[in-house]
């Protein structure tokens, strides 16, 4: 009947609502370093079953379908698409970019560690590695000092920090990266700033040098960008429109057949 149908366009509705702030999300964070696109997935909600397939017709046939109607849909996840992103150059030489899988890792203060893509490190007051987030320095994990007097800083693909200083000819190692993976990335929780925590479904992270167990390698000077495709989100923006249009009509539509019924006269 009609009053189900003004229900069920509204379940369209909403779906496309929560798309719509999916697409406009992606889109306000093209230019974020290491940003990862989402997805919004959809089903099919419940069924009303006025004939089940396979019943028994009045000549006692079994019938090849059945008689359901729809009641409507919902947004039954929304995934993030980890695919690499282009590489930026910066010569900045604390700027890495990860080539490959893994990510970051980053001492909250809170005591947490979180997880980053976003390779666009400085150093604080104390000399150590930080993120630049929001004015809160995160010290990259494990932690990394970066002398006062050094000249220069060189980062190798698998992750050793080394720096130049006065009086020396040969590269000083400082430290070690080290970078974490896990299982199901899609699982980690996004706390915004670029970073991710681990949670009962991405699994614990495994650790590991760059280059080693699959990580990716490290790439000095460059950042990574967003994997954010202008073209697609603005189709997918228009398509998401007309699909919120289209609802409304139906809505429109169910709102006039139920005005006509009220207005039948015996």
Do not use: C
């Not at 974020?32 to 028994?56: I, M, S, W």
């Not at 630049?132 to 320095?137: E, F, K």
């Amino acid at each position: 009947m009609s009053v189900q149908t003004l229900y069920t366009a509204a379940t369209g509705m909403q779906s496309m609502q929560t798309k719509l702030d999916v697409i406009a999300n992606n889109l306000a964070n093209v230019n974020t370093t290491g940003f990862k696109k989402d997805r919004a997935n959809f089903e099919d909600l419940f069924y009303d079953h006025e004939v089940l397939p396979g019943n028994p017709d009045s000549t006692g046939n079994l019938t090849p379908t059945g008689t359901e109607v729809g009641l409507g849909v919902r947004v039954s996840s929304v995934q993030t698409d980890f695919k690499q992103g282009a590489f930026t150059s910066t010569d900045r030489p604390l700027d890495m970019l990860i080539e490959g899988e893994g990510f970051f890792q980053v001492l909250d203060p809170s005591g947490e560690v979180y997880y980053s893509r976003a390779g666009n490190f400085s150093v604080n007051a104390n000399g150590q590695v930080v993120t630049g987030s929001a004015g809160i320095g995160r010290p990259l994990q494990p932690a990394i000092v970066i002398p006062q007097d050094a000249t220069a800083v060189e980062v190798s693909p698998d992750g050793i920090v080394s720096v130049q200083q006065p009086g020396s000819s040969t590269l000083n190692e400082v430290g070690q990266i080290q970078l974490a993976t896990f299982i199901n990335p899609e699982g980690l929780l996004k706390l915004g700033e670029n970073l991710y925590a681990e949670t009962g479904a991405s699994s614990a992270p495994i650790t590991g040098n760059p280059q080693t167990n699959g990580l990716g390698q490290i790439r000095k000077g460059m950042l990574e960008a967003s994997n954010v495709e202008p073209v697609q989100e603005l189709i997918d923006l228009i398509t998401t429109q007309r699909s919120f249009e289209l609802n409304s009509q139906t809505i429109q539509a169910g709102d006039q057949i139920l005005q006509l019924i009220s207005n039948l006269r015996r």
